[in-house]
């Protein structure tokens, strides 16, 4: 039965009821819809139009519902019902009766459908930012295994200088730190409620629309009921996501693509990722590189296709934004798809060194070098730029390389080349003096490795190899960047805490300000702040907590930081803070303080020393119902939130190898 058919005295034809039905598309949103049902039962419950038997009545049967379609999904496709909605209602009318009925008060199917695809997307969002991340870490696998393997660079798809394979792997583990920035940045502004915006104008009812969007685990509801059933921004945004990392994949994809020709030679794919010719016995082809390089195309295509349905669209709901769960659920799908098999091919990639050294040392990739030699000499650079010019033309027509000229051949161009010369000349030569940050040099790229590798080992701690080394220097460079704040979070499933957490939270909170590790905090303190609070699970349990408590205008305190003393040292209390100070940029607050008994933790994340004297009275005034008020064994300390920690280390340590 339709659940709008009582205006129509006419059955829909079996062609329209085909072209209007969506199941066969949001089936996938089974899980959210059935969430936000039994999120809204309990609002409906605070207002008054449900007893707490009726509601208990209905999650009950929503939980068995979910249990049944978790058993056997493809139920949903044997169904007759025109959406998804429309099948969990009546599958709950079938489980309690009338009482399924009365779910759908002042919730209409436009706020609806907008709160399961936010959740949906936020739920994708997450495996994403962890597959992004596993091919990060297959690529600094692949970087660490051929770290000092020469490799020739490219420019205009000329042999241009040498770098490393290493160097190669980085860059795009570069790429893919953007991607995961851009992701979460997208995920936080879907990281709103639409629930109780009604069809268009709002619901009728009281709802207390801050407390059903913490209960459904947004950080808080939307601010207008016409934008929220209205917007898909979320959908472009993270098709857009997908798009660019997409291009990336498609980039590296065409890189090995060449890499792995007969005509370079450089590398050879795993036969897990590739296939033979139907006709042609000898071929091996990379088809797993070839269908990223293809379904680049796809997903740019949805991304195309939802601008275009959204571009002339007027407010509110209308039917044209049914077509963007199709497009989006195949661009995910395509993303995550595609990330794991980057993951598969680099994993068994084998690179043949001498052929990429025997590469590098052709093509006058050393020219460069020459010019810097006679720079040194106080040759200005462009003459130098044009004396090695016009040594390149005469290798070309003789077909030998630079270093193979005699010195008295080389002093025909300049009187001022020495038999110093040809140390200059060498690929190590080439290599080694690229030594400024984020170079090629096969000490930048250990080093980068190094910090890289601390970096992951939060994530990924069983599969970082060996312990690396600590020398200052690498302190500051986090050449392969630090791993984003969210990214973290999403690894370690740090969320914002919902209402159901509030038991969780007491217990880890009472947990350690009993030890007098943290400030006592009562329950009811915690159900009234449960909005500035994060969590880390672990295997759907919480296992963490933490409180960005904000005092005024740019200023807000790191509170209530604990976790479970038997599983601390996984970095879910690193993952936390970060999570929080990540909220903090976006939110532009401007200073964040943290009393703690631990400065070394918090100094790891850019925190800095600071005056206690100097910190609000509001943050002093909590000392009162400190057992150690007397005897404070506290530091304060203070994040910048404009500053980022790292870059502050690298302009420490340029500033003190300048002078040392």
């Known amino acids: 039965m339709a659940l709008w058919g009582g205006r129509f005295k006419q059955q829909p034809s079996e062609l329209f009821k085909k072209f209007n039905d969506s199941l066969p598309v949001d089936y996938r949103l089974v899980e959210q819809d059935i969430q936000g049902s039994i999120c809204w039962s309990k609002a409906l419950e ?69 709160t399961d695809l936010k959740l949906w997307c936020k ?68 990281d709103t409620s639409p629930l109780g915006s009604g069809a268009l104008a709002g619901t ?17 509801p939307t601010l207008n009921s016409l934008d929220a059933v209205s917007d898909r921004d979320h959908v472009i945004e993270l098709m857009s996501c997908a798009s660019i990392s997409m291009m990336h994949l498609s980039r590296f994809a065409e890189d ?11 590398i050879e794919l795993s036969d897990q990722v590739t296939s033979g010719s139907s006709l042609m016995p000898q071929k091996k082809n990379p088809d797993a590189l070839e269908l990223i390089r293809g379904k680049t195309g796809r997903v740019y295509g949805s991304l195309s296709g939802m601008l275009t349905t959204m571009k002339a669209l007027p407010l509110a709901y209308n039917k044209d934004m049914q077509e963007d769960k199709e497009g989006l659920f195949d661009a995910m799908d395509s993303w995550q798809l595609c990330l794991q098999m980057g993951v598969l091919v680099a994993e068994g990639i084998k690179v043949n060194s001498s052929a990429t050294l025997a590469a590098a040392q052709q093509g006058y990739a050393n020219a460069t070098e020459l010019a810097d030699y006679l720079v040194s000499k106080q040759i200005p650079f462009r003459e130098a730029h044009h004396i090695v010019g016009e040594v390149v033309l005469k290798a070309i027509s003789e077909g030998k390389a630079l270093e193979e000229f005699t010195l008295a051949e080389l002093q025909v161009y300049s009187s001022l080349i020495g038999e110093d010369v040809y140390q200059y000349l060498t690929i190590e030569s080439c290599l080694d003096k690229r030594q400024v940050l984020g170079g090629t040099s096969r000490e930048q790229v250990e080093l980068a490795l190094d910090t890289s590798r601390r970096d992951l080992a939060d994530i990924f701690p069983s599969q970082v190899m060996g312990s690396p080394s600590e020398p200052q220097i690498q302190i500051a460079l986090r050449h392969v ?12 499933s740090v969320r914002q805490a919902k209402m159901t ?7 880890i909170v009472s ?54 003393s038997d599983i601390q040292g996984k970095g879910q209390g690193k993952a936390m803070i970060q999570y929080l100070l990540e909220q ?77």
């Open 204 to 220: 009728a009812y009281p709802i207390d629309r801050h407390a059903l969007a913490s209960d459904l685990g947004f950080r808080r």
């Open 511 to 564: 947990f350690w300000s009993d030890k007098g590790e943290t400030l006592p905090r009562s329950r009811d303190n915690i159900v009234h702040d449960i909005q500035n609070f994060v969590v880390a699970e672990l295997d759907g349990k919480v296992i963490g907590c933490a409180c960005l408590y904000i005092y005024q205008t740019g200023l807000a305190e790191i509170r209530s930081v604990g976790v479970q």
């Open 584 to 660: 903090a940029r976006h939110i532009e607050l401007k200073r964040v303080i943290v009393l703690t008994r631990v400065p070394d933790f918090f100094a790891k994340l850019g925190f800095v020393t600071t005056d206690m004297g100097g910190l609000p009275e509001k943050v002093i005034k909590d000392c009162d119902i400190c057992p150690k008020k007397h005897a404070c064994d506290e530091v304060a300390m203070e994040y910048l939130v404009g500053l980022p920690g790292p870059e502050q280390l690298q302009s420490q340590l340029i500033a003190k190898v300048s002078v040392g």
């Open 481 to 492: 960047q630090q791993r984003l704040n969210a990214q973290k979070a999403a690894a370690l």
């Open 123 to 190: 739920a994708k969002g997450e495996e994403l930012s962890l597959a992004l991340v596993s091919l990060q870490q297959a690529l600094m696998d692949l970087a660490q295994r051929e770290k000092g393997t020469v490799l020739p660079g490219y420019t205009h798809l000329q042999r241009a200088q040498p770098v490393t394979f290493g160097h190669w792997c980085l860059a795009y583990v570069e790429m893919f730190d953007r991607d995961i920035g851009r992701l979460n940045d997208a995920l936080y502004r879907a």
């Open 501 to 507: 957490d509030v038991d969780a939270i007491e217990n």
């Open 46 to 114: 605070q207002v008054g139009v449900l007893s707490s038997d009726e509601q208990q009545a209905l999650q009950t049967a929503l939980l068995t519902l979910s249990e049944e379609v978790e058993k056997d999904p493809q139920q949903i496709l044997t169904s007759d019902a025109e959406d998804i909605h429309s099948w969990v209602e009546q599958k709950l009318i079938q489980a309690v009766g009338d009482l399924g009925k009365k779910l759908h008060t002042g919730r209409s199917r436009n706020d609806q459908v907008a």
């Open 256 to 266: 090995l693509i060449f890499y792995n020709s007969g005509e370079a030679g450089f």
